[in-house]
């Protein structure tokens, strides 16, 4: 089973969230339905746009990356966005498209 670890922002790009999970499709849908609440931080600071993410085959890899990046300082964070999205494209499935550019989202099955 696969675990990613992933960035999200808000409409504006302001504020990067970092997360885990093992269904991304999935979480981008929860982060979406939880914007404007304040359950959660990525839900009151409306971080539902995926910016970019990591897949991992052992979890606790997966749980270290998070780790290690949540640790870092902003900018760092927005070059390692930058050097695979450069134009902070928002990479979520379009309608009928699972991709923006060739940044290809696995699929939920």
Same mark, same amino acid.
């Given at each position: ?46 971080? %539902?746009?995926?910016? %970019?993410? *990591? =897949? %991992? ?6 749980? =270290?990356? *998070?780790? *290690? ?8 964070? *927005? ?31």
């Amino acid at each position: 089973m696969p675990y990613y670890v992933y960035i999200t922002t808000n409409p504006a790009k302001t504020v990067l969230y970092i997360g885990i999970t093992n269904s991304l499709l999935q979480r981008m849908a929860q982060h979406y339905s939880n914007r404007g609440t304040n359950q959660t931080f990525a839900g009151r600071y409306f971080c %539902y746009n995926l910016l %970019y993410f *990591e =897949e %991992y085959s052992d979890s606790k890899a997966a749980i =270290e990356r *998070e780790k *290690e990046l949540k640790g870092w300082r902003r900018a760092k964070k *927005e070059a390692l966005i930058a050097s695979d999205n450069s134009d902070w494209l928002f990479l979520q499935p379009q309608k009928t498209q699972d991709c923006i550019g060739d940044k290809v989202l696995p699929s939920s099955g």
